[in-house]
């Protein structure tokens, strides 16, 4: 048994990892308010607007640090992670009328566009580089809901 204790470490390190990155991601989705917008707005396919990559966001106290992509289009705005990590975080996409309430907002040195997310009622407040403001596609003018 002894023998096959290196063999091991080969096969339960990367699944150990595995693992707790799958659960990481599963709670920051969860608790942050990624997979309760997923229920409402999961995007059916690629967006097309105008891109921008390398994103920070925020969802509650989730932080989200340049591994955001966003495609503005005229319907909405297109939402979704970096490949790794993007298990239980689909895509969204939220239509313009969705988003209410936009406003800018600093922290320390990060300015952010914040804007709140409507179903019927009010879903979650999102924080996102502020870059997507400067966006001729972005419908939703600070100041106004």
């Not at 002894?2 to 390190?13: D, H, K, L």
């Not at 955001?68 to 705005?77: C, D, I, K, T, Y």
């Not at 990590?85 to 996409?93: A, E, N, S, W």
């Given at each position: 048994m ?12 990367p ?6 990155w799958s659960f990481?991601?599963f709670v920051?989705s969860?608790l942050g308010?990624?997979?309760?917008l997923?229920n409402r707005?999961?995007?059916d ?13 925020r969802?509650r106290f989730?932080?989200y ?19 790794p ?9 939220i239509?313009?009328?969705s988003?209410?309430?936009a406003r800018?907002?600093?922290v ?7 804007f709140d ?5 009010k879903?979650l407040?999102v924080r996102?580089?502020?870059r997507?403001?400067?966006?001729a596609?972005?419908?939703v003018?600070p100041g106004?809901?």
């Open positions: 002894e023998a096959y204790a290196p063999y091991f470490a080969f096969v339960a390190g699944l150990m990892f595995a693992a707790l990481a991601l920051s969860a308010g990624w997979w309760k997923s707005f999961r995007a396919g690629p967006a097309r607007g105008e891109k921008l990559s390398m994103l920070s966001g969802m989730f932080n640090s340049f591994v955001l992509h966003a495609v503005l289009s005229e319907r909405g705005l297109y939402l979704s992670v970096l490949l990590f993007r298990p239980f975080h689909p895509p969204l996409f239509p313009w009328e988003i209410r309430n800018r907002e600093s320390f040195f990060l300015r952010y566009a914040v997310v409507y179903g019927p009622e879903l407040t996102i580089s502020e997507v403001l400067e966006s596609h972005w419908k003018r106004r809901g």
